[in-house]
């Protein structure tokens, strides 16, 4: 499946939560993830994320869809990183 990621956790466990999405997906902007993921590396993610993340205050969103193609993205100004160089 595709998916994309937002996440919006208090300051002193940004970059926890930055280092683990990057391990799962590919980072396209502030706190903003997307790519391919199978349901259980998703799972994983959940629940790493939820051992960082405090559950009061912090959130973790995530849109899925069966395939990028089903999306439309359009990116106005300057696209933070171009994902047509992957193999």
Known sequence: MYVIAVY???QKRVAKML?????YLNWIQ???FEG???EVRLLELKNKAT???DEETDSLIIFKT????WL???IVGKERQNLDNFL
């Open 8 to 10: 919006d956790v208090g």
């Open 19 to 23: 280092k683990l999405c990057r391990r």
């Open 30 to 32: 502030n706190s903003v």
């Open 36 to 38: 391919e993921i199978s």
């Open 51 to 53: 051992d960082i993340m």
């Open 66 to 69: 069966r395939q990028e193609k």
């Open 72 to 74: 439309e993205k359009e």
